[in-house]
């Protein structure tokens, strides 16, 4: 390996342009009146505290 000055090195680097930060972007929240996604197969009356609906995607 042969020696390379300071400056040939700082030359053979690419520059990078420089630009700002992005501006942050998250996920978007739904908007939904309920304030969650109700189940078409969900169940009423009685049971309905009793019976688990998985998620199924």
């Known amino acids: 390996m042969t020696r390379i000055s300071k400056k040939a090195q700082r030359r053979a680097v690419s ?8 501006v942050k972007t998250g996920p978007k929240k739904d908007q939904l009146p309920l304030g969650y996604k109700e189940h078409g197969n969900a ?12 998620k199924i995607k």
């Open 43 to 54: 169940l009423e009356g009685d049971v309905a505290g009793q019976a688990f609906i998985p």
């Open 15 to 22: 520059p990078r342009k420089h630009r700002n930060p992005a």
